[in-house]
C-alpha cells in the first residue's frame, strides 16, 4: 500500500471521499423536491472481481445517498433474459441509472447488452450514442474512469493545456474516452494527445516524451521507470492481481506501472489501488444524479 502522506502521491481514495460528501449534500437537497436518484446494477455470474466491484459501487452509493437495486443473476442466465431486464428497467421511471457489471459470460453479447440500455441511462457511458456525443463534444455521460482521472487531474491542479499526454490503451471503456476528453477544447482539456496500443512501435520513446502519462494495458507493471520523463504525472488505471503467498489472500493487486521505479521519476503518481479506483465510483455517482436532474428536466448536456 502506498505512503498516501508522500507528496508525490495523488490520493484517489481520499479525493473520491470528497467528491461523495459533496454528492450527498446534493442528492439530499435534490431528493427533498423529488425523490432519491435511483441506479440498478445489473451482476450476472459469481466473478469474485465483479462482485468485489459490485460491492464497491454499492459502498460509494450508500456514501452518496444514491438507492441502489441490485439485480444478481446466475451464470446460465440467457442474453434474452439480460435484455428483458434492461428493457424493463428502460421503462422504470423510478430508475435514473442502469449498469451492467462487465464482463458478462461468454455466452453473452457484451455490445448488445450495452447497446440495449437507454442512452439516457446509461451512467457508465460506454452506449455509441454516448461515445459519439463525446466524440461530436456534446458529451451527455463520460465513461467514469476518464471523468475520474480528468476530476484528479483537475483538484491536484495538473493543468492539461498544452500538455502531451500519451495514453497507453485504446478501450472504449479509458483509453479511446480519455484522449477524446483531454483534447477537447477548453479548460481540463486542451492537451496534444497520443494513444498508443499493441501495434505502437517505439512505445518506451514516446512514453518517455509525455508529460502526463495514463497507462490502462491490463498488464501487471508494464511501464517501467525509463518509459517516463522526469517530473512526469503518472497515472495508473490498471488492476492486476499478482500471486503473493504472503498476503492472506494469496495475491495483491498491482497497476499496469512498475510503482518502485515510476515513484522515483514522477512528479506526481496515482497508486494501486486507491488512485483510478474510487474515482470511477465517485463519478458513477455523479452520473446517477445528472441522470435523475435529467429525469427531473433541470439539465440537458453535462
Ligand atoms: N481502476 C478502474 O476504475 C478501472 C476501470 C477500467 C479498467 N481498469 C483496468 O485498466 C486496465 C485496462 O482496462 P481496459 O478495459 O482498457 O483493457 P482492454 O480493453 O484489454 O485494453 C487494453 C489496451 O492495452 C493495449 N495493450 C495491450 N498490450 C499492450 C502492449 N504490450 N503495449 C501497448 N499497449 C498494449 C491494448 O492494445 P490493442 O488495442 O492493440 O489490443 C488495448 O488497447 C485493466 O487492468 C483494467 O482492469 C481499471
Do not use: W
Amino acid at each position: 500500500m502506498a505512503d498516501v502522506t508522500d507528496p508525490k502521491i495523488i490520493d484517489g481514495k481520499a479525493t473520491s471521499l470528497q467528491i461523495l460528501a459533496e454528492l450527498a449534500e446534493e442528492v439530499l437537497s435534490f431528493s427533498r423536491s423529488f425523490r432519491h436518484p435511483h441506479l440498478a446494477v445489473i451482476l450476472v455470474g459469481e466473478d469474485p472481481a465483479s462482485q468485489v466491484y459490485v460491492r464497491g459501487k454499492m459502498r460509494s452509493a450508500e456514501k452518496s445517498g444514491i438507492e441502489t437495486t441490485q439485480i444478481t443473476l446466475p451464470a446460465e442466465t440467457s442474453e434474452k433474459t439480460v435484455l428483458e431486464k434492461i428493457e424493463s428497467l428502460n421503462g422504470d421511471g423510478g430508475v435514473d441509472g442502469i449498469l451492467v457489471q462487465l464482463p458478462l459470460p461468454g455466452h453473452i453479447d457484451q455490445q448488445r447488452v450495452i447497446e440495449c440500455i437507454s442512452p439516457s441511462k446509461d451512467v457508465d457511458g460506454f452506449h455509441p450514442y454516448n461515445l459519439g456525443r463525446l466524440a461530436a463534444d456534446k458529451p451527455l455521460f463520460v465513461p467514469c474512469t476518464p471523468s475520474g482521472i480528468r476530476e484528479l487531474l483537475t483538484r491536484y491542479k495538473v493543468s492539461t493545456e498544452g500538455k502531451h499526454v500519451v495514453v497507453i490503451g485504446r478501450s472504449i471503456i479509458v483509453g479511446k474516452p480519455m484522449a477524446l476528453l483531454l483534447a477537447r477544447k477548453g479548460e481540463s482539456g486542451n492537451a496534444t494527445v497520443t494513444i498508443c496500443h499493441s501495434r505502437t512501435s517505439g512505445l518506451d520513446r514516446i512514453s518517455a516524451g509525455a508529460d502526463i502519462l495514463i497507462a490502462a494495458i491490463g498488464r501487471a507493471e508494464f511501464v517501467k521507470g525509463e518509459m517516463i520523463k522526469d517530473g512526469a504525472v503518472v497515472i495508473d488505471v490498471g488492476v492486476n492481481r499478482v500471486e503473493d503467498p504472503e498476503s492472506k489472500k494469496g495475491y495483491r493487486l498491482v497497476g499496469d506501472v512498475d510503482f518502485k521505479e515510476a515513484r522515483e521519476r514522477a512528479s506526481l503518481i496515482t497508486p494501486v489501488p486507491g488512485g483510478v479506483g474510487p474515482m470511477t465510483r465517485a463519478m458513477l455517482m455523479k452520473n446517477t444524479l445528472l441522470a435523475a436532474k435529467r429525469a427531473r428536466g433541470d439539465v440537458d448536456g453535462s
